[in-house]
């Protein structure tokens, strides 16, 4: 069963400082993995697209990695802001016809001032 | 502001009733999804249409169905509406051929309450 697992569940920082979070998957064979944020009431928005030959891509101060070997993958924020302050959800895509995105549950990220 | 409008973005409404909830996906979009969200859940995925056809499901109740029309928006009819289904509910659309490749677009959601 296709799966997406996401950590830690929740986070809580100050505001300024950096922050890392993960996403591991089972899904096989991959097609693209996706970073969303989700401020609390509203719609998801992408923040990056990753597909399989890709390591890293950049979106201002958010940088995700990928290693499909492992089948992991990382959203790294820098100098948090309070804005940042979401949800952030790992979305994986698999490459057969019918496949469909596979979703975590998110990590909830507070930014504290 | 994703180009998926969403309607109505509030709906309060009791047991045993039903409601339709409404998404125009964005221009040139074929394809639109719904997603249920329950306090503190993750998305929860229902179904998909892909020009004017289902094309996928995913954990939709019996009591709910969906269409898309001609002019590719689509509603989302819930029927005998239990308090367990008070959730967001999502409408994404993504641009035509790439249903798992490309990017997906959210609408911002709808929120039924149920009492």
């Known amino acids: 069963k296709n799966q997406v697992e996401q950590s830690p569940q929740s986070l809580i920082i100050l505001e300024g400082k950096n922050c890392t979070l993960q996403?591991?998957?089972?899904?096989?064979?991959?097609?693209?993995l996706r970073w969303y944020k989700q401020d609390t009431g509203r719609g998801p928005v992408s923040l990056t697209i990753?597909?399989?030959?890709?390591n890293t891509k950049s979106n201002g101060r958010y940088t995700a990695t990928l290693d499909a070997d492992t089948k992991q993958s990382s959203l790294h924020i820098t100098a948090s802001q309070l804005s940042d302050s979401a949800s952030y959800i790992c979305v994986v895509s698999g490459k057969t016809s019918g496949s469909r995105l596979t979703f975590g549950e998110g990590t909830q990220l507070t930014v504290n001032p | 502001d994703s180009g998926v409008t969403q309607t109505p973005k509030h709906l309060i409404t009791a047991t045993g009733q039903r409601v339709t909830l409404r998404c125009s996906p964005r221009?040139?979009?074929?394809?639109v999804y719904w997603y249920q969200q329950s306090l503190d859940q993750g998305l929860q995925f229902l179904i998909q249409?892909?020009?004017?056809?289902?094309?996928a499901k995913g954990n939709i109740l019996e009591r709910f169905s969906a269409q898309q029309f001609p002019d590719l928006h689509s509603e989302l009819n819930l029927s005998s509406l239990e308090l367990g289904d008070s959730a967001l509910y999502f409408c994404a659309s993504s641009a035509p051929g790439l249903a798992t490749t490309g990017e997906l677009f959210f609408g911002e959601g709808s929120r039924l309450t149920v009492l």
């Open positions: 996403c591991n998957y089972t899904v096989s064979p991959f097609s693209n």
């Open positions: 990753m597909t399989f030959s890709e």
């Open positions: 221009s040139g979009d074929l394809s």
């Open positions: 249409y892909y020009n004017g056809e289902e094309r």
